[in-house]
């Protein structure tokens, strides 16, 4: 109504319409039209300024304002039906608009009923300016006010995120507290979402939160590897909105300023004492949310979902994603690589010996890549030093140790003696790494082919005597001939072998 009191204002001052127009940016026409309705009232400039903008609309548009006819109610009356069919791939308003003129020949032409359909869209739904096709996307985001349950062993109030979810096509909410927005708990959060949709989307548009974006673009974001794994394991595609383009995710947004009036307001009115039992209640409050019809609709959220977009979503992967984490490591001279979590060995390729390599490792399988290619994949063990072996993976001068197991030193060490294999067994027992001991077992038992078996008995029977298992106690023995003399049974246990830097009791007399 400002512009047209311009237009009055200027033509009663003699400015031209083309003038008045061009000022305006009005169309010349609709000027033309605004000075004819004011000359036919035949009423003072003064006296119409003086009227509001509720009251000089109603003078102005009176031909807007008409009852509408039953050719128009028609019309609408056939848009509820057109909106559901417009969400599926492939329909049109064309196709639409052949289907109405089908049941009503004497309806609107195709440009008109295109402009009253944008009309009614707008009017019905402000917020949704986006025509969405079923299982094409999933928007989500986190509420910016956040939940809070109270903590039953420390009586603190903890507050807790709010993750959003929402399907483009049907608009179907899934809302769910989590401790944070880490990308452990936004990647559970999303599967969570998808479970609850039972299928997944062709993609999933996020904000730029450092759980799914690691930097930021506005044409092509790079994606946090974590992330763009779980979307590869659902078979979707990840679609950040571009920074600072809230629009890309206006749908989002609207839903979470509509659970701020329907879940939060339930929800606050209650005391809860765990995370579990906030999210038990935040679901009873979603349930009564998407079946609640829509505005100016007579279906709701979820009878929207079953008859449009439920049998369009993917298939859910058989398997739960599991969080993959990511370490850089060295492979060891023995081509293996060392799992610090687990202190677990697993081994590689020997042409890789001395190369960074990259471990990405979820509960059940490690993974090994060099420059994006996979060059080892092992079962996840958790046995702390331990070696899982693939035989392929080792030089044919290396492959004698894959046979480097406690059973088997035992069993060598019983085919010398049972005072050696006894001698070996304390040792595989008391070293902490099982490699150290290995070698340890390995140095000893060969022994047998120098010293003979006898000699290394009797080395091994002498060294137990004395407590000591190494492999330098065995080697200083042999080397003394220490195994050659009789032990003096009346002599201290603690008596060790002579060594040139112990000094004896008899120094200290």
Same mark, same amino acid.
């Given at each position: 109504m400002?512009?047209?009191?311009?237009? /009055?204002?200027?033509?009663?001052?003699?400015?031209?319409?083309?003038?008045?127009?061009?000022?305006?940016?009005?169309?010349?026409?609709?000027?033309?039209?605004?000075?004819?309705?004011?000359?036919?009232?035949?009423?003072? /400039?003064?006296? /119409?300024?003086?009227?509001?903008d509720s009251e000089l609309e109603r003078l102005f548009m009176a031909d807007k304002q008409k009852e509408p006819d039953q050719r128009y109610k028609d019309m609408v009356s056939f848009?509820?039906?057109?909106?559901?069919?417009?969400?599926?791939?492939?329909?049109?308003?064309?196709?639409q608009w052949q289907k109405y003129i089908?049941? !009503?020949?004497?309806?609107?032409? /195709?440009?008109?009923?295109?402009? !009253? !359909?944008?009309?009614?869209?707008?009017?019905?739904?402000?917020?949704?300016?986006?025509?969405?096709?079923?299982?094409?996307?999933?928007?989500?985001? !986190?509420?910016?006010?956040? #939940?809070?349950?109270?903590?039953?062993?420390?009586?603190?109030?903890?507050?807790?995120?709010?993750?959003?979810?929402? #399907?483009g096509a049907s608009q179907l909410t899934y809302v769910e507290a989590s401790m944070s927005q880490q990308k452990e708990d936004f990647i559970t959060s999303c599967e969570n979402a998808l479970l609850y949709f039972g299928g997944s989307p062709q993609a999933i548009v996020t904000d730029n939160l450092r759980s799914a974006v690691t930097r930021s673009d506005r044409y092509e974001a790079t994606l946090n590897e974590t992330f763009r794994d779980f979307v590869m394991h659902y078979n979707m595609t990840a679609l950040p909105a571009g920074p600072y383009r809230p629009t890309h995710k206006a749908l989002v947004e609207g839903a979470v300023k509509i659970i701020y009036r329907t879940i939060y307001t339930t929800i606050r009115e209650k005391t809860f004492y765990s995370l579990d039992e906030l999210n038990t209640?935040?679901?009873?409050?979603?349930?009564?949310?998407?079946?609640?019809l829509l505005k100016g609709r007579d279906y709701s959220r979820r009878q929207l979902f079953d008859e449009i977009e439920k049998q369009v979503l993917q298939e859910l992967a058989v398997y739960r994603y599991q969080t993959k984490h990511k370490k850089v490591v060295t492979v060891m001279k023995n081509n293996h690589v060392c799992l610090s979590e687990d202190r677990h060995y697993y081994s590689v390729p020997y042409r890789f010996?001395?190369?960074?390599?990259?471990?990405?490792?979820?509960?059940?399988?490690?993974?090994?890549?060099s420059h994006y290619e996979r060059i080892a994949a092992h079962q996840r063990s958790y046995?702390?030093?331990?070696?899982?072996?693939?035989d392929d993976h080792l030089a044919s001068r290396h492959r004698y140790k894959s046979e480097w197991t406690p059973e088997n030193f035992i069993q060598r060490a019983g085919f010398i003696g049972k005072e050696t294999q006894e001698y070996i067994m304390k040792i595989l027992d008391k070293r902490q790494h099982p490699e150290q001991a290995y070698k340890s077992c390995q140095g000893i038992l060969s022994f047998a082919a120098r010293a003979g078996s006898d000699r290394l008995n009797k080395a091994c029977s002498r060294a137990m005597f004395f407590n000591d298992f190494s492999y330098n106690t065995i080697r200083i023995i042999l080397e003394k001939k220490l195994d050659m003399q009789e032990i003096d049974q009346q002599e201290n246990q603690s008596l060790m072998p002579p060594h040139t830097n112990i000094r004896g009791k008899d120094y200290y007399k």
């Open positions: 400002t512009k047209v009191r311009i237009i /009055l204002r200027q033509y009663t001052q003699g400015v031209s319409r083309k003038m008045i127009g061009e000022k305006t940016t009005v169309a010349r026409n609709t000027v033309k039209k605004y000075i004819r309705q004011f000359i036919a009232m035949d009423r003072p /400039l003064e006296e /119409l300024e003086k009227l509001t848009f509820p039906e057109m909106e559901k069919a417009l969400k599926r791939k492939g329909v049109t308003r064309e196709h089908s049941v !009503y020949p004497d309806g609107y032409r /195709l440009s008109q009923f295109k402009q !009253y !359909y944008n009309q009614w869209r707008h009017r019905v739904n402000s917020v949704m300016h986006m025509e969405h096709k079923s299982g094409d996307k999933m928007y989500v985001d !986190y509420a910016g006010d956040k #939940l809070e349950y109270i903590d039953v062993e420390t009586g603190e109030v903890r507050q807790v995120e709010v993750f959003v979810a929402i #399907l209640a935040i679901k009873v409050a979603l349930e009564d949310h998407n079946n609640k010996i001395g190369k960074k390599v990259t471990m990405l490792y979820n509960q059940n399988q490690v993974e090994i890549y046995t702390p030093y331990g070696y899982t072996t693939v």
